[in-house]
């Protein structure tokens, strides 16, 4: 109890006079204000955790008639390219691959902490950071890295939403997430023979 | 010599004030609590370290793993005035009752022309009606695709009350990409391109630069 028991002070009680126990009105009011508390905790706790999380997603507008002049070019050396395939597995390459006589070296990597695709996208973001200011044609110095996203139709949410985490995360601005064309699943089906052969 | 006494005090403190305080709060807490609404279906969804809290009002698009959609809005008003225009235009007479149940109502995913069966039955069954997805389509404009017209729908809806809904996409981690594709090209082809894409939270990975930025705050 919140409360010692106090001993009754030294009244005098006359001898023979029987007095009715007196009862104390005051309610231990302390259980109630445990419990009052608890369950303040508990809302507390309930209303944080049902507030779910997001993350947002900005896409390209998707109109068939904007004119070739208003779409923004992106320049070869900032350019790198994701393709999002079966198994959680992730192809990459630098540069626009528009040349079809030179096709990019294409990598394959995974999601994972080490050697993943975020070491990918730093080197990325670290070699445009170099070679921005450096002068060359086309280089300009407010120029940033720009990630192309393609999901191939066996990859899974999961991957897009890590890809775009990874975005987020190396503090890539521009990125956008694109259709797969047939040029890029050509270079997975490459990726994935001369890995075979390898092996 | 005079015996110096101290007065005896008690010790009991009175609760009463403390007591109150606790039961102020507590009724704050029960009233400002919002619980999760029911979910038709369960989604397991991807983890990010984004944080960004959901938005009030908001449209929210489940898609579970075999790529069913299922639609829900934060707004019992606008959903009183979405189900209006809705039975009017697609011609489903629905009576004020199935009305009701459509505002009170948690997620569902139906083609319109099980809507007003859906809707007759009580409350406690429409939890294990066989949903079958919001029907999307590869046209990806309102006029065919009904993912497309309940979206067009709720935003008119919810820009009358003065709440122009975002819209949020809560999607099973496993769900396959082509079926995602449907759901964000629909939203595309209407002309959002802004959305938000419902995560669990995960820590940042340390050494990024956004482990960087983050704690310099």
């Known amino acids: ?50 507030k779910p ?62 050697n993943g695709i975020r070491d990918a996208i730093i080197a990325l973001k670290k070699r445009v950071y170099e070679e921005r200011g450096n002068g060359m044609p086309g280089h300009n110095i407010k120029d940033e890295p720009v990630i192309l996203i393609k999901p191939d139709t066996t990859s899974q949410y999961d991957d897009i939403v890590n890809i775009l985490d990874e975005m987020n995360i190396n503090g890539i601005t521009t990125y956008a997430l694109v259709d797969i064309t047939d040029v890029d699943r050509d270079f997975i089906k490459k990726t994935e023979e001369a890995n075979l052969g390898a092996q | ?51 960004i809290i959901l938005p009030d009002n908001s449209i929210l698009l489940t898609v579970d793993a075999k790529g069913q959609v299922f639609f829900d809005y934060d707004n019992k008003k606008a959903k009183k005035a979405l189900i209006n225009t809705v039975s009017q ?83 099973d981690a496993s769900t396959v990409y082509p079926k995602v594709k449907d759901v964000i090209k629909t939203l595309t082809k209407n002309n959002i391109d802004r959305f938000n894409l419902l995560t669990s939270l995960e820590a940042v990975p340390e050494g990024t630069d956004l482990f960087k930025e983050r704690s310099k705050q």
């Open chain 2, 1 to 51: 010599m005079s015996k110096h006494k101290l007065p005896r005090k008690s010790t009991h403190i009175d609760m009463t004030a403390m007591c109150d305080v606790a039961f102020l709060l507590l009724t704050f807490f029960m009233l400002a609590t919002k619980f999760k609404p029911d979910e038709p279906v369960v989604v397991k969804t991807p983890s990010s370290t984004s944080d």
């Open chain 1, 1 to 50: 109890m919140a409360e010692i028991q106090e001993k009754s002070g030294g009244g005098k009680q006359r001898p023979g006079v029987k007095k009715g126990k007196k009862l104390s009105t005051r309610i231990d009011l302390t259980p109630m204000v445990d419990l009052g508390f608890l369950l303040i905790t508990f809302f507390i706790f309930t209303t944080t955790m049902s």
């Open chain 2, 89 to 171: 235009e697609k011609g489903l007479n629905l009576t004020e009752e199935e009305k009701a149940a459509f505002v009170n109502g948690a997620s569902f995913g139906l083609p319109f022309n099980q809507m007003k069966q859906y809707l007759s039955i009580p409350p406690m069954e429409q939890k294990s009606y066989a949903f079958t997805g919001i029907p999307v389509d590869t046209s990806y404009v309102a006029a065919t695709n009904e993912l497309g017209y309940w979206i067009q729908a709720a935003r008119t809806a919810g820009q009358d009350e003065g709440h122009p809904p975002r819209i949020c996409i809560k999607c």
């Open chain 1, 53 to 114: 999380k997001t993350m947002e997603i900005n896409m390209p507008v998707d109109k068939p008639d904007i004119e070739e002049k208003d779409k923004n070019k992106v320049k070869d050396y900032t350019a790198m390219t994701v393709l999002l395939s079966k198994q959680n597995r992730v192809y990459y390459y630098t540069g626009l691959a528009d040349d079809p006589m030179n096709p990019p070296k294409v990598e394959v990597t995974y999601f994972q902490s080490k």
